[in-house]
């Protein structure tokens, strides 16, 4: 009878195991990777040098992705010649094969923000939706100097309204900040900002990792230990594993039922590391927060599951980079945009 019994449990050990809070299942395109590369034609005009430049004749990396009108809309990073970025835009209808848009849809200016933004320029784009149906990006700026994370807000995806440094108190104005995931929920395919005890949350940070809520997606608050001052941490570098030198934030962070599931990049150690990856190499794992609680820490993964093992991604930029900004669910798939050693951009997909 107890080979009966363990025979019945058999199938229900075996979905336990598969309800796996981490999205996993994601496997390179090899066939198609990379599906970005630079364009030494792409031209416009810049109103600062006033002349026309090959805007991502260098690099293209870091992209963030939606799902907008029935497409994949893809927001990259591109480096001209000198390393100043942009971000582009290219659209797809399987989530493959993109087109690329002539001219960059954010760029520095002659604006309010140039003294941020030159000659640096705007890095590594994150997307989520408003409530009300708008866009919102955060992105690095880099005056050559200092990165400072900003946010802008867009209508249409085309047209872009700056709103400047979002962590803008004069505490933190002029310190290093960058990459701000904001915690949104799916609907239809669609990734909405999402307020949690009447905040919404975004982690942020390239060391650790740190937090800020805001009430209206505008202003922001850093989070501080309200004893000493100081913004708390709430996901750090460990040694002995791939994510020993530093934890940086990915795609949007998604509210799900069982946690905020955040996807992060991480980079290894020179020592005390992963030893089965070079030093330095980027590769992504996954974190659980609290639903409720943003910043307590739940899980997260012993081990990476998207890291450097191809040509493109071994070689380029810099050497030994995979690094997650986009994530889509679309046509009953997960897409997951990637830069290749800072150069190219891959897709990773889960069926």
């Known amino acids: 009878m107890k080979y009966i019994i363990l025979f019945l449990l058999l199938p229900i050990l075996s979905l336990a195991q598969q309800a796996n809070w981490e999205l996993g299942g994601f496997k390179k395109a090899d066939m198609q990777n990379p599906i970005m590369k630079p364009d ?121 309204q700056k709103l400047g440094p979002m962590l803008s108190s004069p505490k933190y104005i002029n310190l290093w900040s960058k990459s701000g995931a904001i915690v949104g929920k799916e609907k239809n395919s669609r990734v ?43 996901l750090h570098p460990r040694m002995g594993y791939f994510d020993s030198r530093l934890v940086e934030p990915g795609p949007y962070a998604l509210l799900r039922t069982d946690g905020i599931l955040l ?35 739940i899980e997260r993964s012993k081990e990476a599951f998207i890291w450097p093992d191809k040509d493109y991604e071994r070689v380029g930029e810099v050497n030994e980079v995979c690094f997650v900004e986009g994530l889509v669910h679309f046509k009953g798939k997960w897409f997951m945009y990637y830069g290749t050693a800072d150069s190219k951009i891959a897709v990773a997909i889960k069926q």
């Open 40 to 160: 030494i034609h792409a031209r416009f005009f810049c109103p600062i040098q006033k002349k026309m430049i090959g805007w991502e004749n260098k690099n293209v990396l870091n992209p963030t992705a939606l799902v907008y009108q029935g497409k994949v809309h893809l927001l990259y990073r591109a480096q001209d010649s000198l390393g100043t970025s942009r971000i582009g835009m290219a659209i797809s209808e399987d989530g493959i094969h993109f087109t690329k848009q002539a001219a960059p849809i954010l760029a520095p200016g002659e604006d309010a923000f140039k003294t941020y933004e030159w000659k640096g320029g705007i890095e590594d784009p994150r997307v989520i939706e408003t409530e009300d149906g708008q866009f919102l990006l955060t992105y690095t700026s880099y005056d050559g100097k200092t990165a400072r994370l900003c946010s802008a807000i867009s209508k249409d995806l085309q047209h872009w």
């Open 192 to 234: 909405i900002a999402t307020k949690i005890d009447g905040y919404y949350w975004m982690y942020f940070g390239d060391t650790d990792l740190f937090m800020a809520k805001s009430k209206d997606l505008k202003t922001w608050e850093v989070c501080e230990n309200a004893e000493s001052q100081v913004k708390i941490s709430v």
């Open 263 to 297: 996807i992060y990049n991480s980079s290894n150690a020179a020592n005390f590391n992963e030893a089965k990856f070079p030093k330095f190499t980027y590769a992504v794992g996954q974190a659980l927060f609290d639903a409720s609680k943003p910043y307590k820490l």
